[in-house]
């Protein structure tokens, strides 16, 4: 393990304006909106990748999925119901999301209750997908053990040639809703004198108070 004072290690450079005083005073949704665009303009890897935490009762588990859209109220992913992922939010759907922009030194944490969509939004996706994406859908045993790669590639071939030119949607497959009541922004600065913005959800009002945070 490198230790402080081995010459290999060099301070992170950060680049990127201070946040104002007032970058509380508008709805963190919309903050969130404003961060997403400036991380895909400036040209961020894989802007919508980000690490969902769930919990099974005993451990938290953390994994990188993508964001798949927004509504008026939350963010959008979708997975097969069997998974680990699925179950955990089934049985605690309280999660945190972590969105880690390095490109723009940003990270937008996010604390949320997850909850299955319609049938109907889960259907309107999964047509929007390639048809390549929907038979490794219908293929897909998530989570589950598999024996070997050749096994895989056999059963989506299989479901390749047995599926027709339009496929439906599997039952066990479909999309979570992603509510927010907490967010973190944070803007990276010298110095470790990093800009954090906290907005907490005020269950009387259902309106946010924010905050700033020591770095």
Known sequence: MSQPSDPAITPRTYTGEFLDENFGDI???VRFSQWFDHATEHNTLEPDAFVLATFDGENVNART???RGTTENGFLIYTNYHSQKAREMDAHPQVSMVFYFAEV?????????AAKTSEEQSDRYFASRP????VGAWASRQSEMLASRDELN??????DNELGEIISR???WGGYEIVPFEFEFMQGHENRLHDRFRFRRDSQTDNYLSERLWP
Not at 131 to 134: A, E, N, T
Not at 154 to 159: E, I, R, S, T
């Open 170 to 172: 599997p039952p066990f």
């Open 131 to 134: 048809r390549g994406s929907q």
């Open 65 to 67: 999925v993508a964001l």
């Open 105 to 113: 030194s940003r990270q937008i944490r996010i604390k949320g209750t």
């Open 154 to 159: 056999a059963v989506y071939a299989q479901c």
């Open 27 to 29: 709805d963190p949704m």
